[in-house]
């Protein structure tokens, strides 16, 4: 069955400090990737997709993601932690037949 | 405002007692799912809807029963609860299927099966 990784349960850092969670799906022929993130008190919120193209792709708030067909990763970045990024971040892949994996989330605590 | 509302956002319940968490949206979207969130194990999908009455079984659907009668609307129904089924759930929906449309989640109903 397709599974997907997330490496890190719970991960510490300072502000201003450079972020990459990490992010590593089975194989299942196409696939449509996301990064979702949920904050304190809030709603799961898409971060970032790739569907096709660019494997380096843009998301909100300063994050990016970078696609690696042949690592089957993943990645999630961010040059620069904010106190405001404190939150679980879920990858998930969509092996286009509706099967939406979510990996088991990462915790993010980023100290003032 | 749109948003995907599910109710109750709690509820502890006993064993074998019937129980149905709702889940409606406003968005006019096709697909629906919903998601148990369990430590260390993520959201897994136990069904999904990608329109009115049609309805499929995702990861985990053991003891789950769905409906989908009406667009805005997906019901998850728990005909015999058990302690296992403790848990926190996610009603989302989506404009199309995921693969091309970001899903939108509802705030989550935490579920305690004594």
């Known amino acids: 069955a397709q599974s997907v990784s997330q490496h890190n349960h719970h991960v510490i850092l300072s502000e201003a400090a450079s972020l990459e969670l990490g992010c590593n799906y089975s194989?299942?022929?196409?696939?449509?990737l996301f990064w979702y993130v949920q904050y304190p008190g809030q709603l799961l919120q898409l971060l970032l997709k790739?569907?096709?193209?660019?494997?380096l792709v843009k998301g909100i708030k300063g994050f990016e993601a970078e696609f690696i067909k042949s690592k089957f990763s993943f990645n999630l970045r961010k040059p620069s932690v904010q106190w405001s990024d404190t939150a679980e971040y879920f990858c998930?892949?969509?092996?286009?037949?509706?099967?939406?994996?979510f990996g088991a989330g990462t915790r993010l605590t980023v100290k003032p | 405002e749109a948003q995907v509302t599910q109710n109750p956002r709690y509820l502890i319940t006993v064993t074998g007692k019937k129980l149905t968490v709702t889940c409606s949206q406003n968005?006019?979207?096709?697909?629906m799912s919903w998601y148990r969130q369990d430590p260390g194990l993520g959201l897994r999908q136990i069904y999904y809807?990608?329109?009115?009455?049609?309805?499929d079984k995702g990861d985990v659907p053991e003891g789950y029963k769905v409906s989908r009668k009406e667009k805005r609307n997906f019901p998850l129904i728990l005909e015999s609860p058990s302690p296992n089924q403790t848990s926190l759930y996610f009603c989302?929906?989506?404009?199309?299927?995921?693969?091309?449309?970001?899903?939108?989640f509802g705030e989550g109903s935490r579920l305690t099966v004594l």
């Open positions: 989302a929906s989506s404009l199309m299927d995921p693969n091309t449309g970001e899903l939108f």
């Open positions: 194989y299942g022929g196409t696939v449509n």
């Open positions: 790739h569907f096709s193209g660019d494997p």
């Open positions: 998930a892949v969509n092996y286009n037949n509706n099967d939406m994996r």
């Open positions: 968005m006019n979207h096709e697909y």
């Open positions: 809807s990608m329109n009115v009455e049609v309805t």
